[in-house]
């Protein structure tokens, strides 16, 4: 145990400091003695300590500190843009995919002519056209928008429209970038052999095409950067695609020059045959059994393990400069935890050696605790502690719009049990702080067509049911609640324009330029507005308040700001009345606190306060109780500057 001595204090709080020789990371909490009262401080607040020493470790919300561990500055509480490149924008028709230029998984490739047609239930081979050009012509409106930090989806030269089976972890697709050289004959009508496909061939394996598109992603990091936008790249590095010429199941690299050894596939005695995990005839290990998405066998090569970490390396290098990686089903890769951790701490070595101020950001759908103690991941995409539990409070809905529990909606200790990346031990403070809260993205259905409270998918329901019976109040409501919880808020592109969807592939719809939603529109640019200007927002602590079933209540603060958020998520209007003294106010009992009113949305729609300069609402806090009516699915966001 050790003392801590008063260091500075003033009419309201003391602080208090302490120094230590730590040689690994370590779990802590705080212990006060008053009274004769033992009481501990742990990170979700006071306990009695004899309580706490009859309970497990890893059942206690301690903090924890790991020497040396440290998340990029930048990547604190920073508002997130996810682009699925192929529906958000076409800037450059020329690099299209075109219809039957070669075929992928089975699906022959359809250009799609239409922006605003749907997908289809198999949407495999469909292409609409979306490119790199597109995001750079794009830059000024996300700017605008308030958008801090852009997630592309993968970009790297792979034969599918959302490109998780990558053929070329080296460069960029020049279907995303730029055709400076173009030729060849389309795969003939009925055949099935990509051998065949000389336009494809030609576009892909074209050094003048490659180059260029790794060009073109340069220049748009650079136009980013210099708006002070930020861009993380998404790695698959799981598993890659049949395509790709260490595995060529198509033979496409068979005749190319560049390629001179033989894939696994085509030649047992192929130096990558140890990339993989072979069978009997050929068979070979697949993610979840897709053999478009053949398993990396890292165990099996280091050089594999070398020439994924050269790829890694190259794209956070100049003259790219990525802002760091988003890693794919990252606890899946490799054959066992033990080699997994091993990798990602050199992943992290050999990222944070070229970029010290990259981010890793990994995705994960179950505990990450073991991977964020300090020398792998960053942080993760809040699948378990934000998407899902916000999901099932403010719709009954399961991410994928599979399931509707009514039981869950309003529960708002389910929420506050759920809503923490926390599980078996303690986590640094900095995961949680840039951990990436979405409403929707590539892999779930939208936000929006959750809040009808109807289960399905497209290919049960179709299309148009993904609009019917949807709630603009309560998509409101996780507006806001996304914009003032601790991590980074992560818009999926049309989410703010009105896009609805149901799980892949409808969720990626493209985006509808010239016909956005004013009203999501609205709420999202007032509510990042707002988050951009608090420093409460952006890196306060949180607090939960009283509450009741059906409303949520929480502070966030720091010394100079705090933010008061209450949601009501009930079918009638709500009086709530409650002491607020422990949200953080520097308030003496018997003062009354004024606070004024920056949001606040209902059912016919939102009212912000004026910008600054001019006075908005106000309300008081006599003796620091505030007494408001909150109406039905509304949403208030209170502000006391102190």
């Known amino acids: 145990m050790r003392r801590l001595r008063a260091a500075v204090g003033d009419d309201f709080f003391d602080w208090y400091e302490g120094s230590l020789e730590a040689k690994g990371p370590f779990a802590y909490c705080f212990e006060a003695i008053s009274g004769g009262r033992r009481l501990w401080y742990l990170r979700t607040g006071i306990a009695d300590a004899p309580d706490c020493q009859e309970r497990e470790a890893e059942d206690l919300d301690l903090w924890l500190i790991v020497p040396g561990f440290y998340v990029p500055d930048w990547a604190r509480g920073a508002v997130m843009y996810q682009i699925f490149v192929d529906r958000f924008r076409n800037g450059d028709p020329s690099n299209d995919t075109l219809t039957g230029e070669y075929v992928c998984d089975g699906h022959r490739s359809v250009r799609v002519t239409d922006w605003n047609s749907l997908p289809e239930p198999d949407d495999v081979g469909r292409h609409y056209g979306g490119d790199l050009q597109g995001v750079l012509d794009s830059l000024d409106y996300l700017e605008k928008l308030g958008i801090e930090v852009i997630y592309l989806n993968p970009i790297f030269l792979a034969p599918s429209n959302h490109k998780y089976d990558t053929q070329d972890y080296m460069h960029v697709d020049p279907h995303f970038g730029v055709i400076a050289e173009d030729g060849g004959d389309l795969l003939p009508e009925a055949c099935s052999d990509n051998r065949q496909a000389g336009r494809y061939l030609t576009r892909v394996r074209s050094r003048k095409n490659l180059e260029a598109s790794d060009a073109l992603l340069a220049r748009l990091i650079r136009e980013a950067h210099r708006r002070g936008i930020r861009v993380i790249l998404d790695g698959v590095f799981n598993h890659c695609g049949a395509f790709h010429p260490w595995m060529d199941r198509e033979g496409i690299y068979a005749d190319d020059p560049d390629h001179a050894a033989p894939g696994a596939y085509q030649d047992p005695d192929s130096p990558y045959r140890d990339y993989f995990c072979f069978g009997e005839d050929d068979g070979y290990e697949a993610w979840w059994d897709f053999s478009s998405l053949p398993k990396l066998h890292y165990e099996g090569s280091e050089q594999l393990v070398t020439e994924i970490l050269q790829a890694v390396v190259k794209w956070v290098s100049p003259p790219y400069r990525a802002d760091g990686w988003r890693l794919d089903v990252a606890a899946d890769l490799g054959h066992s935890r033990e080699f997994n951790h091993a990798f990602w701490r050199r992943f992290r070595e050999t990222v944070r050696g070229a970029a010290p101020g990259a981010l890793i950001v990994a995705e994960n759908y179950a505990e990450s605790e073991q991977w964020l103690r300090g020398g792998e991941w960053d942080t993760v995409m809040n699948y378990e502690a934000f998407m899902e539990p916000m999901g099932w409070f403010l719709t009954g809905m399961e991410k994928h719009n599979d399931a509707f529990c009514p039981e869950k909606v309003g529960d708002t200790d389910l929420f506050w049990d759920a809503m923490d990346l926390r599980g078996r031990g303690p986590v640094t403070t900095q995961p949680r702080m840039t951990a990436m809260n979405q409403l929707s993205n590539h892999d779930h259905a939208r936000f929006l067509t959750r809040t009808s409270g109807r289960p399905g998918r497209l290919a049960e329901l179709g299309s148009k049911a993904a609009s019917e019976g949807v709630d603009p109040a309560v998509f ?167």
């Open 476 to 642: 409101r409501q996780a507006v806001v609640l996304q914009m003032t919880w601790p991590g980074a808020p992560a818009l999926y592109y049309g989410d703010e324009a009105g896009v609805g969807g149901f799980t892949d592939p409808d969720c990626r719809r493209t985006y509808p330029w010239g016909r956005e939603d004013r009203r999501c529109m609205r709420i999202y640019k007032e509510a990042i507005r707002l988050r951009r200007e608090s420093q409460a927002l952006r890196e306060g602590a949180l607090i939960r308040l009283k509450d009741m079933p059906g409303v949520l209540a929480y502070a966030r603060f720091v010394k100079e700001e705090v933010i008061i958020v209450l949601l009501n998520r009930r079918e009638e209007p709500v009086l709530y009345r409650a002491d607020i003294l422990d949200a953080g106010l520097r308030l003496r009992r018997g003062e009354t606190a004024e606070l004024e009113v920056l949001l606040r949305t209902g059912g016919h729609g939102i009212w912000s306060a004026p910008r600054q300069g001019s006075r908005g609402q106000r309300l008081e806090a006599p003796e620091g109780v505030l007494t408001l009516l909150l109406p039905r699915r509304s949403a208030f966001v209170l502000r006391r500057r102190q």
